[in-house]
Nanobody
């Protein structure tokens, strides 16, 4: 089975950018759709973005459209989430998850989860 591993979180000022990475250990990511979710304190985990395997079709939550971009580098077995124009409300733990195609929009549609990486946006 595949094990996602997130990295790239940190502290950034509002308006800044971060790039999160999700690398696969155990097996290649190339056969899996990958999603990013986030969970803020006291809130439920919510969908952020997802990408399918070869075709690379993508989906975004309305709250991040136009600011976040998901893409994958299959040669590096990694999926990225480029986050621009960050806002304080983007502060959360960001999780990477994997499942077989098609991509999913719900937490319970994903089978494999990483441990998360903290993103904090200061105002």
């Amino acid at each position: 089975q595949v094990q996602p591993v997130e990295s790239g979180g940190g502290l950034v000022q509002a308006g800044g950018s971060l790039r999160l990475s999700c690398a696969a250990s155990g097996r290649t990511f190339n056969n899996y759709a990958v999603g990013w979710f986030r969970q803020a304190p006291g809130k439920e985990r919510e969908f952020v973005s997802a990408i399918t395997t070869i075709a690379g079709s993508t989906k975004y939550a309305d709250s991040v459209k136009g600011r976040f971009t998901i893409f994958r580098d299959n040669a590096k077995n990694t999926v990225y989430l480029q986050m621009n124009s960050l806002k304080p409300e983007d502060t959360a733990v960001y999780y990477c998850a994997a499942r077989f195609d098609p991509l999913g929009l719900r937490v319970n549609e994903y089978d494999y989860w990483g441990q998360g990486t903290q993103v904090t946006v200061s105002s």
